[in-house]
C-alpha cells in the first residue's frame, strides 16, 4: 500500500458533507483527521458566527471517556482546577500540567453521570493518563472515533435548536449539558464553544452524523446559517481571548528546549490554580513559582494600526526585545488589532511603552513598521447574549 494512499488520512462523520460545502477547497490536518480551513470566505463564515449562526465541525477534538469509582477522585488529582463543585450536567474549562508546574494542554470536562466523565483536549495525552491512574480504580477510553461533533455558534444558534425540535434547550446555562432526542437516538448539547458568544457544541454517534448536519441546516435556512472554517474560527476565538495550545503554548510534553514552555500563571490561567484543595499534579512546582515569581506574562495588546503582529517581536522603551507574539488578527466586530504576547517578566504592565515589530507584504515587496501596543486589560469581545438565559431570538 501506497504511504499516499488516501485511507492514512482520517475523515470525520460530517466529512460528505463538509467537502460539498467547501467551495475554496481549502484544507489543513487537524490530529490525522482533514478539516476545512474556509469554506467559501473567511470573513462571511466569520460573520455569521457574530450575527447568525455558525457551523464547525470538531470531530478531531480528542475526547477520553473516564469512567470507574474512583474517576472524579482521579481527574481532581490530574487538573490544577478544584473540581468538587463539577456536578451532573456540568462542563468546566480546566488545564493540567506536569510534574514542573508547566501546562501540558487545556480542555473541558465533561461531567456524563456520578461516575463517568468526558475530557476533551487539543492533544493527544492517553500514555500518560493511563500512568497518571495508577492506584485509582478508573478505566480511560479515547473516543475520538466514536463521537462526532458539531459546534454551532452565534446569535441565532438557539434559534435554529429550538427550531430543530429540542424543547426546552433554551433553559441550558453556560457549560449546562443535557440529551435530547434526535430521530430515535440521543443528542447531546452542551452549552459550550470557542467564540466567546452564544453558542452550542452537539454531540452525535458516527451513524446520525450526517442526519444532524442536513436537519441542522434546514433548521437554520431562515437563521442564514453558514459552515466555518478553521480560519474564520481563529479570528473569533482570538477577539474572545481565548487561547490554544500548539499556538499560544508549547504543551509540555512536546518541549524540547528549555523556557518554551509554560506554567498556568504564565498564560494568564492562574484563576484555575487552587493551591488550596488537595494534592495535585505540579502542585508544588506552582506553589514554588507563586512564592519566587513566574518567568512570562501572557498580555492581550491593542496594537496600532491595522496590520496584524503573527509572529512579531515585542520591544520596550530601550529597544530591547522583551517578547513574541502568539496569535494576531484585526478583529472586525471588536474593531481592534490585537495580539497575545508572552512577554519577560516584568514587561507587559498596564503603564510599559510596547511596540511590535511587524513586517508585511505587498507585491512582493516587504515593509517594516513599529507599531504602539497598549495592554488589555479587560475582556476584549463580551456580549450579554453569551450568558443570557433564555437566549433572546434574535
Same mark, same amino acid.
Not at 462571511?44 to 474512583?70: C, H, Q, W
Not at 483536549?121 to 500518560?128: M, S, T, V
Not at 433548521?219 to 481571548?241: K, V
Given at each position: 500500500?501506497s504511504?499516499?494512499?488516501?485511507?492514512?488520512?482520517?475523515?470525520?462523520?460530517f466529512?460528505?458533507?463538509?467537502a460539498?460545502?467547501?467551495?475554496?477547497?481549502?484544507?489543513?490536518?487537524?490530529?490525522?483527521?482533514?478539516?476545512?480551513s474556509?469554506?467559501?470566505?473567511?470573513?462571511?463564515?466569520?460573520?455569521?458566527?457574530?450575527?447568525?449562526?455558525?457551523v /464547525?465541525?470538531?470531530?478531531?477534538?480528542?475526547?477520553?471517556?473516564?469512567?470507574?469509582?474512583?474517576?472524579?477522585?482521579? +481527574? *481532581?488529582?490530574?487538573?490544577?482546577?478544584?473540581?468538587?463543585?463539577l456536578?451532573?450536567?456540568?462542563?468546566?474549562y480546566?488545564v493540567?500540567?506536569?510534574?514542573?508546574?508547566?501546562?501540558?494542554?487545556?480542555?473541558?470536562?465533561?461531567?456524563?453521570?456520578?461516575?463517568t466523565?468526558?475530557?476533551?483536549?487539543?492533544?493527544?495525552?492517553?500514555?500518560?493518563?493511563?500512568?497518571?491512574? +495508577?492506584?485509582?480504580?478508573?478505566?480511560?477510553?479515547?473516543?475520538?472515533?466514536?463521537?462526532?461533533?458539531?459546534?454551532?455558534q452565534?446569535?441565532t444558534?438557539?434559534?435554529? +435548536?429550538?427550531?430543530?425540535?429540542?424543547?426546552?434547550?433554551?433553559?441550558?446555562?453556560?457549560f449546562?449539558?443535557?440529551?435530547?432526542?434526535?430521530?430515535?437516538?440521543k443528542?447531546?448539547v452542551?452549552?459550550?464553544g470557542?467564540?466567546?458568544?452564544l453558542?452550542?457544541?452537539?454531540?452525535?454517534?458516527?451513524?446520525?452524523?450526517?442526519?444532524?448536519?442536513?436537519?441542522? /441546516?434546514?433548521?437554520?435556512?431562515?437563521?442564514?446559517?453558514?459552515a466555518?472554517?478553521?480560519?474564520?474560527?481563529?479570528?473569533?476565538?482570538?477577539?474572545?481571548?481565548?487561547?490554544?495550545?500548539?499556538?499560544?503554548?508549547?504543551?509540555?510534553?512536546?518541549?524540547?528546549?528549555?523556557?518554551?514552555?509554560?506554567?498556568?500563571?504564565?498564560?494568564?490561567?492562574?484563576?484555575?490554580?487552587?493551591?488550596?484543595k488537595?494534592? /495535585?499534579?505540579?502542585?508544588?512546582?506552582?506553589?514554588?513559582?507563586?512564592?519566587?515569581?513566574?518567568?512570562?506574562?501572557?498580555?492581550?495588546?491593542?496594537?496600532a494600526?491595522?496590520?496584524?503582529?503573527?509572529s512579531?517581536?515585542?520591544?520596550?522603551?530601550r529597544?530591547?526585545?522583551?517578547?513574541?507574539?502568539?496569535?494576531?488578527?484585526?478583529?472586525?466586530?471588536?474593531?481592534? *488589532?490585537?495580539?497575545?504576547?508572552?512577554?519577560?517578566?516584568p514587561?507587559?504592565?498596564?503603564e510599559?511603552?510596547?511596540r511590535?515589530?511587524?513586517?508585511?507584504?505587498?507585491?512582493?515587496?516587504?515593509?517594516?513598521?513599529?507599531?504602539?501596543?497598549?495592554?488589555?486589560?479587560?475582556?476584549i469581545?463580551?456580549?450579554?447574549?453569551?450568558?443570557?438565559?433564555?437566549?433572546a431570538? /434574535?
Amino acid at each position: 500500500m501506497s504511504l499516499h494512499d488516501e485511507s492514512f488520512v482520517l475523515k470525520t462523520p460530517f466529512h460528505d458533507r463538509v467537502a460539498a460545502a467547501c467551495e475554496c477547497n481549502h484544507w489543513e490536518q487537524w490530529a490525522g483527521y482533514t478539516t476545512p480551513s474556509e469554506y467559501h470566505s473567511v470573513e462571511l463564515e466569520y460573520f455569521a458566527a457574530r450575527n447568525a449562526a455558525a457551523v /464547525f465541525d470538531l470531530s478531531p477534538m480528542t475526547k477520553y471517556r473516564i469512567s470507574g469509582p474512583d474517576a472524579h477522585a482521579y +481527574l *481532581n488529582r490530574l487538573v490544577t482546577r478544584d473540581l468538587s463543585k463539577l456536578r451532573v450536567g456540568r462542563v468546566m474549562y480546566c488545564v493540567w500540567c506536569n510534574d514542573q508546574g508547566q501546562v501540558m494542554d487545556d480542555g473541558t470536562i465533561f461531567r456524563l453521570g456520578q461516575e463517568t466523565f468526558r475530557l476533551c483536549a487539543q492533544e493527544r495525552h492517553l500514555d500518560w493518563l493511563s500512568w497518571s491512574a +495508577l492506584g485509582f480504580d478508573v478505566d480511560i477510553v479515547d473516543e475520538t472515533a466514536e463521537i462526532g461533533a458539531l459546534a454551532l455558534q452565534g446569535p441565532t444558534s438557539c434559534a435554529v +435548536l429550538k427550531r430543530l425540535g429540542l424543547a426546552g434547550v433554551d433553559t441550558l446555562k453556560p457549560f449546562d449539558l443535557a440529551e435530547f432526542d434526535f430521530a430515535g437516538a440521543k443528542l447531546m448539547v452542551s452549552r459550550t464553544g470557542f467564540t466567546g458568544d452564544l453558542g452550542y457544541e452537539l454531540w452525535v454517534s458516527p451513524g446520525q452524523a450526517e442526519l444532524l448536519w442536513d436537519h441542522l /441546516f434546514e433548521a437554520g435556512s431562515d437563521y442564514n446559517i453558514e459552515a466555518m472554517g478553521s480560519s474564520a474560527l481563529s479570528l473569533a476565538r482570538i477577539e474572545a481571548g481565548f487561547i490554544q495550545a500548539g499556538v499560544d503554548f508549547v504543551p509540555a510534553e512536546q518541549g524540547i528546549r528549555l523556557g518554551r514552555t509554560r506554567s498556568p500563571y504564565e498564560l494568564g490561567l492562574g484563576w484555575l490554580v487552587h493551591l488550596d484543595k488537595e494534592h /495535585f499534579n505540579g502542585r508544588h512546582a506552582l506553589l514554588d513559582e507563586r512564592r519566587v515569581g513566574s518567568r512570562y506574562r501572557f498580555v492581550k495588546l491593542d496594537v496600532a494600526g491595522q496590520k496584524p503582529a503573527e509572529s512579531s517581536f515585542i520591544y520596550n522603551h530601550r529597544g530591547d526585545a522583551v517578547g513574541t507574539i502568539t496569535s494576531a488578527a484585526w478583529v472586525p466586530t471588536a474593531k481592534r *488589532n490585537v495580539a497575545f504576547a508572552s512577554l519577560e517578566m516584568p514587561w507587559g504592565r498596564p503603564e510599559d511603552s510596547l511596540r511590535a515589530e511587524i513586517y508585511y507584504i505587498r507585491e512582493l515587496q516587504w515593509t517594516r513598521v513599529m507599531e504602539p501596543c497598549t495592554v488589555i486589560e479587560g475582556p476584549i469581545f463580551d456580549p450579554q447574549r453569551r450568558r443570557a438565559t433564555p437566549p433572546a431570538d /434574535f
